[in-house]
């Protein structure tokens, strides 16, 4: 069954260095989305992406953050300057247009320390 | 964003049926009734959807209420697979790509 995969499965950074999380979405689908969850809390949406573009993005999603699809196979979620806030799981997601469901990978942990 | 509620949280044993509740009374005509659950330490997976009329997959089934403002997840026979937490969600049907907006959920637990 196909899947989202996502690297790497942690990841520690030091505050204020710049890290990149990388997707790899299912390979017919359209459309890309990043969520987090902070250790405890509820999943938060970030950012949508299709057609080479942000379609939509949450307030969290600021100057800090920015997202790309290099190759057309990957999608990424950069942070410039991470906070010891921005610690938490990063879930990648992607969906077609033809199927209602969403698929997630399994999410890199974000530790910054 | 349509707002769902739903327990906090709810215990189930092995083997017996559990109906998870939902509701949504500020649902409009377009949107869809979607659940998703995250097992520990796993990313969300969707689980069933539908609109107006009761659904049934290979892992649960959805009653709809007739007016729609509320769903059940029924399990039919919980496993200890299925703790988790269950998330109620509406996405807009109009467009294909809406995102999934995940409130608190229902944490599942399943004795054994």
């Known amino acids: 069954e196909p899947e989202v995969t996502q690297t790497p499965s942690h990841q520690v950074t030091q505050m204020g260095q710049e890290v990149i999380l990388r997707c790899v979405p299912i390979s017919n689908h359209l459309y890309f989305y990043w969520y987090r969850q902070i250790l405890g809390q509820k999943v938060e949406f970030l950012v949508s992406?299709?057609?080479?573009?942000?379609?939509?993005k949450s307030e969290i999603f600021d100057d800090q953050f920015s997202v790309e699809r290099p190759d057309g196979s990957n999608f990424t979620l950069k942070i410039r300057s991470t906070k010891l806030e921005d610690s938490a799981m990063y879930f990648c997601?992607?969906?077609?247009?033809?199927?209602?469901?969403?698929?997630f990978g399994q999410g890199t942990r974000l530790t910054v320390v | 964003d349509a707002k769902t509620t739903q327990p906090n949280s709810m215990e189930s044993n092995e083997e017996e049926p559990v109906h998870l509740p939902c509701n949504h009374s500020t649902i409009s005509g377009t949107d869809y009734i979607h659940w998703y659950r995250q097992l520990p330490s796993q990313g969300p997976e969707y689980v069933i959807h539908g609109l107006t009329s009761n659904v049934n997959n290979r892992m649960a089934s959805l009653a709809i209420a007739e007016d729609r403002k509320s769903s059940t997840l029924i399990l039919h026979r919980a496993t200890l697979r299925d703790a988790a937490v269950y998330y109620c969600?509406?996405?807009?049907?109009?467009?294909?790509?809406?995102?999934?907006?995940f409130g608190p959920g229902t944490s599942l637990s399943v004795i054994p």
């Open positions: 992406f299709y057609n080479n573009e942000i379609s939509e």
């Open positions: 997601a992607s969906s077609a247009w033809d199927i209602p469901e969403a698929f």
């Open positions: 969600i509406l996405r807009d049907g109009k467009t294909s790509y809406d995102k999934v907006i």
